[in-house]
Nanobody, 123 residues
């Protein structure tokens, strides 16, 4: 089992930045690829960004357009999502997730999920 706890969400204005954190416990964190997803009210959960177990490779959804950066610190069992130039359409609950093996974007491929953290961007 892997337990994931997100933090860092909040209410910000358009153009502001936030850094989300996801702290992991349980199995060896470095064995898992990690992903960030988001879900807006009434919409499906979408892939945002992912990072391989080593941190050597990352992948982003097209709508990021260079605004978001995912990173991880295996010594601290933590993955981060730096979000810059936030827009009202970024408003959603953000979730981190873990999976063994390769990095993929499919929601159903991830084995463990956090409880989510709310990000609200006002115009």
């Amino acid at each position: 089992q892997v337990q994931l706890v997100e933090s860092g969400g909040g209410l910000v204005q358009a153009g502001d930045s936030l850094r989300l954190s996801c702290a992991a416990s349980g199995h060896t964190f470095s064995n898992y690829a990690m992903g960030w997803f988001r879900q807006a009210p009434g919409k499906e959960r979408d892939f945002v960004a992912g990072i391989t177990w080593s941190g050597s490779s990352t992948y982003y959804s097209n709508f990021m357009k260079g605004r978001f950066t995912i990173s991880r610190d295996n010594a601290k069992n933590t993955v981060y999502l730096q979000m810059n130039s936030l827009k009202p359409e970024d408003t959603a609950v953000y979730y981190c997730a873990a999976k063994r093996g390769s990095l993929v974007t499919a929601v159903g491929a991830y084995d463990y999920w956090g409880q989510g953290t709310q990000v609200t961007v006002s115009s």
